[in-house]
């Protein structure tokens, strides 16, 4: 992003250079002073419609990024939501199959956020998702073979 910045500075300076050194050459040019102001009338719609066609492709390039930004967004939540509803049915599949781990739920810390870095990501609600999961897994292949492990 910041070198989008940097080359679109660029390309403002190289245009206002453009710009104003043209009207200083016309202004020096041996012409008319019909014809000149003419020539710095043309140039300046020329920058006119140069800076239009510019701003007009730099929305666009901003639609396209926010409609990409929205997308991701929306694949974010749908994999959260997916991931939480996850965490929700093993929680309680624990409570009511071995409710004797639920004392280690609180306790667990892999994939939770540290005090440091609080924010919840994908990879932490995976993280404690497959660490329900093992734990259920293997507790139940342990002690309660009877049940149903699905």
């Not at 000149?36 to 990024?65: G, S």
């Amino acid at each position: 992003m910041n070198e989008n910045k940097k080359s679109s500075q660029l390309l403002n300076g190289l245009i206002a250079g453009m710009v104003v050194g043209g009207i200083f050459g016309i202004l020096f040019a041996p012409d008319k002073g019909k014809k000149t102001r003419k020539k710095i009338l043309n140039k300046r719609d020329d920058a006119k419609e140069f800076m239009k066609v510019r701003l007009h492709n730099l929305l666009e390039d901003i639609q396209d990024r926010l409609e990409s930004t929205t997308e991701k967004a929306s694949k974010y939540l749908d994999i959260e939501k997916a991931l939480n509803s996850k965490i929700m049915k093993l929680t309680l599949k624990i409570q009511d199959d071995c409710p004797e781990l639920m004392k280690y739920i609180g306790e667990m810390t892999e994939g939770m956020p540290a005090e440091d870095n609080p924010e919840v990501t994908i990879r932490n609600l995976k993280t404690y998702c497959n660490s329900l999961e093992t734990m259920y897994k293997k507790y139940m292949a342990e002690h309660k073979t009877g049940i149903s492990q699905n």
